[in-house]
């Protein structure tokens, strides 16, 4: 399912000027971390103030690690998420409840199988691959070995964990994701996200998509 251009998401985002910036530059998401024990971590409150400030097609996904059902019911009562993505140890049956579509991500380790990650959640629009850090369910700028992902796999990869504007590029050359994502690496401190990083990364993959890599 791979098409010509890579669609972007930027992760992370707690300021509204931010989200335009990304909207501006290209991004196709945004996402809004609610996980309290994340640096990037969003209120409902707030997180509602970012998404009103994306332009129309520019997707909001709401990010959750082992959440009880009724604080995501919570956030979705305040804040108009497009997508939902789980980070934790969700069963597909608890991310099929809220009437949304939802991406699930996978933990990268040795021995990860993703074809039975594919064949549990088969009703997730697409897996996202992050790098494993024991206790850090995403965010950590690591990455992991992307050969590890079978070819011709029978869905939609989002490709995570570690890349920047410097790396990107070649992520989207070798592994022809339909997505990146990236958070840590569009950031000058933990948690601070940097327009001109954001602008840059975009940038970058959108050179690679048009064949003229820098």
């Not at 804040?79 to 990268?108: I, T």
């Amino acid at each position: 399912m791979k098409t010509e251009r890579t669609r972007v998401k930027i992760c992370g985002l707690r300021d509204p000027a931010h989200a335009r910036v990304a909207a501006q530059a290209g991004a196709d998401a945004i996402g809004l971390v609610f996980w309290e024990r994340s640096p990037r971590y969003v209120t409902a409150q707030a997180a509602a103030t970012v998404a009103a400030a994306l332009p129309p097609f520019v997707a909001s996904v709401g990010l959750f690690v082992d959440a009880r059902e009724e604080e995501i019911r919570r956030v979705l009562a305040q804040v108009p998420l497009d997508l939902l993505q789980f980070h934790g140890d969700e069963l597909p049956d608890f991310c099929e409840k809220f009437g949304r579509p939802y991406l699930r991500a996978v933990r990268m380790e040795p021995g990860t199988d993703l074809l039975e990650y594919a064949r549990r959640f088969s009703s997730a629009k697409a897996l996202l691959l992050d790098a494993h850090s024991p206790g850090t369910p995403g965010g950590t700028g690591l990455t992991f070995d992307w050969k590890a992902i079978p070819a011709d796999f029978p869905m939609p990869v989002i490709l995570s964990g570690g890349l920047d504007a410097a790396n990107v590029g070649r992520a989207v050359r070798e592994v022809r994701p339909w997505a990146v994502d990236v958070s840590s690496g569009v950031e000058s401190g933990r948690g601070l996200k940097d327009p001109a990083k954001i602008v840059e990364f975009i940038r970058s993959v959108r050179r690679e998509d048009a064949g003229t890599p820098s």
